[in-house]
């Protein structure tokens, strides 16, 4: 990145984030990717740096780099809207762990990104804020529920981005924007000051234009964190010297994927076989993976969004004639159909009479999933398939929510597992871009980061 090399090299931090933010307010009008720009605390924190650097002291290895933030991640002072009207107004007390670690390796947070409402989406249409655009192709969706940290990536407004993976919300918008995004281990970033939604599969990642820049934003946020009680030591697994085994599922191409997404794929496979070694094989029980995601997802979401009530947190409308009324004001103005959605289906799986039938059943098949990513990363380095089943498509082309849901049916086994994957960009197919994704066994992101270094080269 010619930028960090400027900076190291003596460029001022103030004049290039002054030139993000003229950039910003040129582009940001057609690509909706910030809900709130940092214009003042952004300059201020350029200023410091260049009084850091001019006074000898030492820097952080993010030094004057810009980053978006993805509006569902905590910061001190600026407002963290969930891309919900229900938190319009809610300006937090406190940084999340990430903000915290970004501040320390001397980066600068340019903005807050847009994303699908509480990241319930795969498009960044369900935003309160309007739908986010791709800097791609402006008439078709970024993915989501990332997107606008992808397409403010993608639209060269911040080179730097954080996102937040659920089902798939890193890596969806990296492949739809030809950007690199990584979903780490499960407890490997604290999660601490990430707003939930379905706080057992979510984690926040890092996304940037290629591997190196990726490599290094996720080094600047990693780490144990004791205020987040699903946050774990740090290892990493040992990288085994010779060429990369690589198993490829057939269920990865099974319904849903469009034909052309699974040429190009297996196309590009066929290229990496000269440099990896490629085997095709089966895990039965990835063809569960989708529902058992939206069980567990919709059950955990209905849990988690309760808070919000009006009394406890988020908008207040009216007052009604009771308690009850009060509650149902509350909750119907301040949430979007998607999210209403999710939750009623979610408090249904969790119902007296229905929780054995799905909820507890959705997890059994979950250790079913987990167990065979384990017996597979006993005999292969890494498992390898499509990121997205679909190229990018039209704003408003798909209105079914049954279509969005299938959109994830190629990501959500990794946050079932807790494993890290990653989405690299491998070329384009009629003109949009396809993103290959590779996952690892836990703590395996650096085995993930050498591999992608040879699909980079590659594409």
Request: overall charge negative; hydrophobic content about 35%.
């Amino acid at each position: 990145m010619e930028t960090r090399d400027e900076l190291a090299g003596g460029a001022s931090v103030e004049e290039y984030i002054l030139s993000l933010l003229e950039r910003i307010r040129e582009r940001d009008p057609e690509l909706n990717s910030f809900i709130t720009v940092c214009e003042g605390s952004a300059i201020e924190s350029a200023k410091a740096l260049d009084r850091k650097r001019r006074e000898g002291e030492k820097l952080g290895p993010l030094f004057g780099l810009a980053v978006a933030v993805k509006d569902n991640i905590c910061t001190k002072g600026v407002r963290t809207t969930c891309g919900s009207k229900m938190l319009e107004s809610f300006v937090p007390p406190y940084d999340a762990t990430v903000i915290k670690r970004l501040r320390e390796a001397d980066a600068v947070v340019i903005g807050k990104t847009n994303m699908d409402e509480f990241a319930m989406g795969s498009s960044t249409e369900n935003s309160h804020f309007g739908p986010t655009r791709n800097p791609l192709d402006p008439t078709r969706v970024p993915g989501g529920s990332s997107g606008g940290s992808a397409a403010a990536v993608a639209g060269g407004l911040a080179p730097l981005a954080l996102g937040s993976d659920t089902g798939g919300s890193i890596r969806c918008p990296a492949s739809f924007c030809s950007i690199v995004g990584l979903k780490p281990t499960y407890g490997a970033v604290s999660r601490y000051g990430l707003i939930s939604y379905a706080n057992s599969l979510e984690q926040i990642g890092p996304m940037a234009s290629n591997i190196e820049d990726c490599e290094l934003l996720f080094k600047a946020i990693r780490g144990y964190d004791p205020r987040d009680n699903t946050s774990l030591p740090q290892r990493d697994i040992e990288i085994k010297e010779g060429r990369i085994r690589i198993g490829v599922p057939k269920e990865f191409f099974m319904e849903g994927v469009q034909e052309a997404v699974e040429k190009h794929v297996r196309d590009f496979l066929d290229k990496m076989g000269s440099l990896v070694d490629i085997e095709e094989i089966s895990l039965p029980s990835l063809a569960y993976a989708l529902p058992t995601y939206y069980i567990i997802a919709m059950s955990e979401a209905s849990s988690n969004l309760a808070r919000y009530d009006g009394l406890r947190y988020g908008l207040r409308g009216e007052d009604g004639s009771d308690w009850n009324d009060m509650y149902c004001n509350n909750r119907g103005m301040g949430f979007g159909r998607e999210v209403k959605r999710r939750i009623i289906l979610g408090t249904y799986a969790l119902s007296a009479g229905y929780r054995d039938r799905y909820y507890i059943r959705a997890q059994k098949i979950r250790t079913l999933i987990r167990e065979d990513f384990g017996k597979a990363f006993k005999k292969f380095d890494l498992i390898a398939g499509p990121t997205m089943p679909v190229l990018p498509f039209k704003i408003g082309e798909k209105l079914d929510p049954l279509e969005i849901y299938m959109c994830d049916i190629e990501t959500v086994p990794a946050n079932l597992a807790g494993i890290p994957a990653i989405s690299v960009p491998c070329g384009m197919s009629q003109g949009l871009p396809v993103g290959l994704q590779l996952m690892a066994p836990p703590f395996g992101e650096a085995l993930l980061f050498r591999a992608g270094r040879i699909v980079e080269e590659l594409a």
